[in-house]
């Protein structure tokens, strides 16, 4: 089982519309969680942290559930310029095989 | 913007030449980190290091080799570059801590002919 797995898409949407990703993770070790961004011929960048508690930045929602070990992402309002690879990321914080580690990523396409 | 260089940005070379790809971080990280990805593919890690003196290897073989000598610098080298070798090379590092993101260069993108 992969340490990471996000559904790879394509997910097509209209603008306007509200789309969600999940990610799993199979290591009860992970500690931290972010969603990352990557634009085409780019380098990845971070999109928001996830906390435990849930947390906003303005049209996006990132939640975190220990219990099922899976993160979401929750974009509103979608925007043309939402289009990209968001990719799930986990950081697994030990003594000596602590990692960040990358989903394969999720693609977005929003349509005019 | 982070404080994450990779030089060259674009590189087209021989088949059998030497190659280095330059990363270096002013941030003071000491894990670093090469990903090799193909156009529209995810992120591969190859190498990488826990601080100075230490590299490991990632998830993916690679035929390439990683140094770590100071914590600013994490250089890749290619002994005899081949046209498999064709890809973009991402560097990244991250602070050793639990709530840490990882930074990343812009890129090395490569082309073996």
């Known amino acids: 089982r992969k340490e990471v797995e996000q559904d790879p898409g394509p997910f097509n949407v209209p603008e306007g519309a509200t789309v969600a990703f999940n990610c799993t993770y199979s290591?009860?070790?992970?500690?931290?969680f972010f969603w990352y961004r990557q634009d085409c011929r780019k380098e990845p960048k971070l999109l928001m942290s996830?906390?435990?508690s849930g947390n906003e930045d303005g049209r996006f929602t990132a939640q975190l559930n220990r219990a099922s070990q899976y993160i979401s992402l929750l974009i509103r309002d979608s925007k043309l310029s939402d289009s990209a690879t968001y990719l799930c990321?986990?950081?697994?914080?030990?003594?000596?095989?602590?990692?960040?580690?990358f989903g394969k990523g999720t693609r977005l396409h929003i349509l005019p | 913007e982070a404080d994450i260089y990779q030089t060259p940005r674009y590189l087209v070379i021989g088949t059998g030449k030497k190659i280095t790809l330059e990363c270096s971080q002013t941030?003071?990280?000491?894990?670093m980190y090469w990903y090799q990805q193909d156009p529209g593919m995810e992120l591969h890690l190859i190498h990488y290091?826990?601080?100075?003196?230490?590299?490991e290897k990632g998830d993916l073989s690679s035929e390439s080799t990683v140094s770590r000598i100071r914590t600013e610098h994490f250089p890749l080298t290619l002994e005899s570059a081949r046209p498999s070798h064709t890809s973009q090379y991402l560097c990244?590092?991250?602070?050793?801590?639990?709530?840490?993101?990882?930074?990343f260069g812009q890129g090395t993108r490569l082309t073996v002919v």
């Open positions: 990244a590092s991250s602070d050793r801590t639990w709530v840490t993101e990882a930074f």
């Open positions: 290591n009860s070790a992970s500690q931290s």
């Open positions: 996830v906390y435990s």
């Open positions: 990321v986990v950081n697994i914080f030990g003594d000596r095989d602590d990692k960040i580690i």
């Open positions: 941030m003071g990280h000491d894990k």
């Open positions: 290091s826990y601080g100075v003196n230490s590299t």
